[in-house]
């Protein structure tokens, strides 16, 4: 099982451009979760995602950020028109089945995303 | 809202040195807490879990409690090493929360040789 996958590592954009993050949950896994971690500030919810469903998108920003979960194929987080303030690392959780009480979460290594 | 915080926000020991590192959490109607490590520029390392029925949960050199009807929980670091320097993270799991985790900002911890 090689865990959460999430490409690319690191992502450099202009301004204005915009930014593709992936994630690949673990095999077996439907339930995605992604997480903005700014700098000097803890990690911040963003999205939860089920198979070809949003859940809860209570931490998205309103505008130019946008998730899916396709059924088949990872899940992509979308900034459009990136600004500066973008600049952080993103990270994936995904899980098998609401059994987090007993599990918890295994996250990817993240991506970085620096907007120039 | 659920608001977890750590303390101290950074901690600096020699190596050998038994240390506590302190998480609050506002909301007691937890379903677990999780803490986690992360290393400069990389992704985290789920290090233990503790069911909201749990007291405390151990993994060789860690152990982790947990007081939910006061909020807290506390990692225990027994016999630092300087290849434990990294970020220690607190998250829990709030009921009603589409089971999404809520984060400290985390211990900037540095074990000197």
């Known amino acids: 099982n090689a865990g959460v996958m999430q490409n690319p590592r690191h992502l450099v954009r202009r301004r204005g451009q915009e930014a593709r993050l992936r994630c690949s949950p673990m095999?077996?896994?439907?339930?995605v979760y992604w997480y903005r971690q700014l700098p000097e500030e803890g990690l911040k919810f963003m999205v939860y995602?089920?198979?070809?469903?949003?859940?809860?998108e209570s931490g998205m920003p309103k505008e130019r950020f946008s998730a899916e979960f396709p059924k088949e194929g990872p899940s992509i987080l979308r900034i459009q028109q990136v600004v500066r303030g973008d600049s952080a690392a993103y990270f994936c959780?995904?899980?098998?089945?609401?059994?987090?009480?007993?599990?918890?979460?295994?996250f990817g290594s993240g991506t970085r995303l620096t907007v120039v | 809202k659920q608001e977890v915080t750590q303390i101290p926000a950074a901690l600096s020991v020699p190596e050998g040195e038994n240390l506590v590192l302190n998480c609050s959490f506002t909301?007691?109607?937890?379903?677990?807490l999780q803490w986690f490590r992360q290393d400069p520029g990389k992704g985290l390392t789920s290090l233990l879990l503790?069911?909201?029925?749990?007291r405390e949960q151990t993994s060789g050199r860690l152990n982790a409690s947990l007081d939910k009807s006061s909020g807290r929980s506390t990692l225990y670091i027994a016999a630092s090493q300087p290849g434990d320097s990294a970020t220690y993270l607190c998250?829990?799991?709030?009921?009603?929360?589409?089971?999404?985790?809520?984060f400290g900002k985390g211990t900037l911890l540095t074990v000197n040789p």
């Open positions: 995602l089920q198979k070809e469903n949003i859940i809860d």
């Open positions: 095999k077996g896994h439907s339930h």
């Open positions: 959780a995904s899980q098998a089945v609401l059994a987090v009480d007993n599990y918890g979460y295994t």
């Open positions: 909301d007691s109607a937890i379903y677990n």
């Open positions: 998250a829990v799991i709030s009921g009603g929360s589409n089971y999404k985790l809520t």
């Open positions: 503790i069911q909201s029925s749990q």
